[in-house]
């Protein structure tokens, strides 16, 4: 049984639209979705900008509205449509946001942005609860003086540190992280990257890891999903997916990755031309009428991509 | 043979805060040649940004000093209105943030032929419209036609920049400032925007300053690389030598910190500590030196200045033979700053 399984996930928006706002059409942000993520795995999600990874994720932890489908936690069915989450699962999974500027409340002092998770759950005594956010930020490697600081006072990656600290404080099992790192520098970018890495291990985490940069998501993850327009075109592990792509998009969307030799220029460009050249080719056999992705098919045990 | 297009001489750029004035771009000597791309890395505040807006004249509050030369004017010292005949026609920028350098009450059609009306009047309405969708097309905007209409909060992120792109690129510019034109993009549609810039290098021989972060973009990009650290150059080399050459610990560290495909699932190095603000910057001495805290501070050079070490190849201080990276990489947690 998988730690997380996802099964046909819908995620429909209502827009109104046309004269008086009558017309009712409908957004597929998330249509069909399927994936199982094993304990203590990083499982990426890749995808174009509107692709549903955001959506999927929020689903998952019932933030956005789940037209069809079910969301399986260790067995156990979590986002029926209409019903609330059950409170021991929320504390056992938790969002990194992606933007280390915006997420945290400029107003509140490190010390309430990381208790609030514990102040919702723990009925903790003040003195306990301060003990608890030391101790959390000496993990995420800031100092504990740190807890009576505000945001502005701290770099981007120590702000990123901060959202971890408070995602971490109910000692979550599961961690969806939508592109925790792409508001950052490189060099920042690998200490957050790094850290993610060590508490994954110290904490048994399992990620949920949604990033558009697809050397992040190889240098991270074991498992892949590639999303177009809400739904899969691939999936599989990372040497699946890197070495062995089956689906017209994913080799688009892996030869477009920026390559860091420059004397592979020419060459690159005559395969861009090739994959291109095949992609439009080959586009209306791979999507259907509508330009939305076939359902998966099986190719291996861990291998499965919408073929024709 | 390029000619050179542009040249920035001893260019500072300095910022009033509380009573003093502080530099954010320090002495700065930059060439750029007609079909050549230029590209300046480094981290967030080391004044990247900063030396884009002096060449396009934009800073309203800031003192420049030193020189710019644009085909030989110094156009440092240009008047308003002549600098102004010049932006947006034989020189075009992206911005890096495209919110705000579009207009919220205009639509994109609108602002795209503003700028072609200002620089190109002889075209005829007709004309113009249809240079607009073709602009719209050329940056990857689906539905042109449809896209003229509308304001930029009814854009994406993703939209809003490639319409900035889109006006940038609308007269052709000879010199092309582009600030992180890619970041909010992904990469198939990076990869459009990258070739449209190729392009305006390729046959209109335009020469190019292209600032990233991305080392990938640059590698794929790039003809020049310089690396800027604290608002100074550290180090200027072709892009072959910089990738495979680089001398300078910032260079070499920036290197080794990228999740590059290939090595998977290794540590990434991680540089300590944090680029100091404009008021704590170190004038005196290596600027970089408090991030390399394992090297003995006998290897620093007092005032490291550019040095040629090979035809075209500079680095700021001659002490870099002593650099190496930590030997067992620490855990990068345990760096408790503040
Ligand atoms: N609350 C909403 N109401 C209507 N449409 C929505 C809503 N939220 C998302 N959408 C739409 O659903 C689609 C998927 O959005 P989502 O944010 O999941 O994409 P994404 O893959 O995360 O993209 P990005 O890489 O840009 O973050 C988009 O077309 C978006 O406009
Ligand atoms: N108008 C201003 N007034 C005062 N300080 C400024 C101003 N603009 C920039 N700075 C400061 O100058 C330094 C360089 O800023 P700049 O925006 O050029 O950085 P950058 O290299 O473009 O960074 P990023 O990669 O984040 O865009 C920073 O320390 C910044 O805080
Ligand atoms: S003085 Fe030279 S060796 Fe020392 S940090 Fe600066 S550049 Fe590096
Ligand atoms: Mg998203
Ligand atoms: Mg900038």
Same mark, same amino acid.
């Given at each position: 049984m998988p730690f997380l399984e996802v099964n046909d996930l819908l995620v429909h928006y209502p827009v109104r639209g046309g004269i008086f706002n009558r017309k009712q059409r409908v957004v597929k942000a998330v249509d069909g979705v399927h994936l199982a993520i094993e304990q203590g795995q990083t499982y990426g999600l890749v995808g174009e900008s509107g692709s549903g990874k955001t959506t999927t994720g929020r689903a998952i932890i019932g933030l956005s509205p789940i037209t069809s489908g079910s969301v399986l936690f260790q067995g156990r069915d979590i986002a029926r449509s209409g019903t609330r989450m059950p409170p021991a699962v929320r504390r056992d999974i938790q969002m990194i946001f992606q933007d280390p500027y915006s997420s945290l409340n400029p107003k509140k002092r490190v010390l309430d942005i990381v208790a609030e998770p514990l102040r919702n759950f723990e009925k903790l005594s003040a003195q306990e609860e301060k003990r608890r956010v030391r101790q959390l930020l000496e993990q995420v490697g800031l100092s504990a003086e740190s807890i009576y600081k505000y945001p502005h006072e701290f770099s981007g990656g120590q702000r990123q540190r901060i959202g971890i600290a408070r995602a971490i404080a109910l000692k979550p099992k599961l961690i969806i992280a939508d592109e925790p790192v792409s508001a950052l520098d490189v060099s920042v970018q690998a200490q957050v990257l790094n850290f993610m890495k060590d508490i994954q291990k110290e904490l048994q985490l399992t990620y949920l890891l949604i990033s558009h940069d697809l050397g992040i998501i190889k240098h991270m993850c074991n498992f892949i999903g590639i999303m177009y327009k809400g739904r899969y075109v691939e999936q599989g592990t990372t040497a699946d997916i890197f070495e062995n792509p089956q689906h017209i998009y994913t080799k688009r969307l892996l030869s477009a990755i920026p390559d860091l030799d420059p004397s592979k220029r020419e060459k690159l460009a005559k395969l861009r031309g090739a994959v291109n050249a095949e992609y439009e080719q080959f586009h209306g056999s791979y999507f259907d009428d509508e330009g939305l992705a076939h359902p998966l098919k099986a190719i291996t045990k861990t291998h499965s991509a919408a073929l024709p | 043979?390029? /000619?050179?297009?542009?040249?920035?001489?001893?260019?500072?750029?300095?910022?009033?805060? +509380?009573?003093?004035?502080?530099? %954010?771009?320090?002495?700065?000597?930059?060439?750029?040649?007609?079909?050549? *791309?230029?590209?300046?890395?480094?981290?967030?505040?080391?004044?990247?940004?900063?030396? +884009?807006?002096?060449?396009?004249?934009?800073?309203?509050?800031?003192?420049?000093?030193?020189?710019?030369?644009?085909?030989?004017?110094?156009?440092?010292?240009?008047?308003?209105?002549?600098?102004? #005949?010049?932006?947006?026609?034989?020189?075009?920028?992206?911005? &890096?943030?495209?919110?705000? %350098?579009?207009?919220?009450?205009?639509?994109?059609?609108? &602002? *795209? /032929?503003?700028?072609?009306?200002?620089?190109?009047?002889?075209?005829?309405? #007709? /004309?113009?419209?249809?240079?607009?969708?073709?602009?719209?097309?050329?940056?990857?905007?689906?539905?042109?036609?449809?896209?003229?209409?509308?304001?930029?909060?009814?854009?994406?992120?993703?939209?809003?920049?490639?319409?900035?792109?889109?006006?940038?690129?609308?007269?052709?510019?000879?010199?092309?400032?582009?600030?992180?034109?890619?970041?909010?993009?992904?990469?198939?549609?990076?990869?459009?925007?990258?070739?449209?810039?190729?392009?305006?290098?390729?046959?209109?021989?335009?020469?190019?300053?292209?600032?990233?972060?991305?080392?990938?973009?640059?590698?794929?990009?790039?003809? !020049?690389?310089?690396?800027?650290?604290?608002? &100074?150059?550290?180090? *200027?080399?072709?892009?072959?030598?910089?990738? +495979?050459? +680089?001398?300078?610990?910032?260079?070499?560290?920036?290197?080794?910190?990228?999740?590059?495909?290939?090595?998977? &699932?290794?540590?990434?190095?991680?540089?300590?500590?944090?680029?100091?603000?404009?008021?704590?910057?170190?004038?005196?001495?290596?600027?970089? !030196?408090? !991030?390399?805290?394992?090297?003995?501070?006998?290897?620093?050079?007092?005032?490291?200045?550019?040095?040629?070490?090979?035809?075209?190849?500079?680095? !700021?201080?001659?002490?870099?033979?002593?650099?190496?990276?930590?030997v067992h990489k620490e855990d990068d947690r345990h760096h408790a700053i503040s």
């Open positions: - | 043979m390029n /000619e050179e297009l542009l040249r920035i001489d001893r260019l500072t750029t300095s910022f009033r805060i +509380a009573d003093d004035y502080y530099a %954010a771009v320090d002495e700065v000597t930059l060439s750029v040649g007609t079909n050549e *791309i230029v590209a300046i890395v480094g981290e967030s505040g080391s004044g990247k940004s900063a030396l +884009a807006y002096s060449i396009m004249g934009l800073h309203t509050r800031a003192r420049i000093e030193g020189s710019i030369y644009y085909k030989g004017q110094d156009i440092a010292s240009l008047p308003l209105s002549k600098l102004n #005949k010049l932006r947006g026609k034989e020189i075009g920028m992206i911005f &890096q943030d495209p919110q705000s %350098a579009l207009n919220p009450l205009m639509t994109v059609g609108d &602002q *795209i /032929e503003e700028v072609l009306l200002l620089h190109r009047p002889e075209l005829a309405r #007709k /004309e113009r419209r249809r240079r607009v969708i073709e602009l719209l097309t050329k940056v990857g905007i689906p539905r042109p036609e449809h896209a003229t209409g509308l304001f930029p909060h009814e854009l994406s992120g993703g939209m809003r920049q490639r319409v900035v792109i889109a006006i940038a690129v609308a007269n052709e510019p000879k010199l092309l400032i582009a600030d992180e034109p890619t970041t909010a993009l992904d990469v198939t549609i990076q990869l459009q925007i990258l070739d449209l810039i190729r392009k305006l290098k390729n046959e209109s021989g335009a020469g190019i300053i292209l600032i990233t972060h991305d080392l990938g973009v640059v590698a794929e990009m790039a003809d !020049r690389v310089a690396v800027m650290y604290a608002g &100074q150059i550290v180090e *200027i080399a072709d892009i072959y030598t910089l990738l +495979a050459g +680089a001398r300078h610990p910032y260079t070499r560290s920036l290197l080794q910190s990228i999740p590059a495909a290939g090595e998977a &699932q290794s540590r990434l190095h991680v540089i300590q500590g944090i680029v100091p603000s404009l008021q704590h910057l170190p004038r005196e001495g290596c600027r970089f !030196r408090s !991030r390399i805290p394992w090297i003995d501070e006998s290897a620093h050079e007092a005032e490291p200045k550019l040095h040629e070490v090979a035809p075209g190849h500079f680095v !700021r201080c001659t002490c870099h033979s002593d650099f190496h990276f930590p």
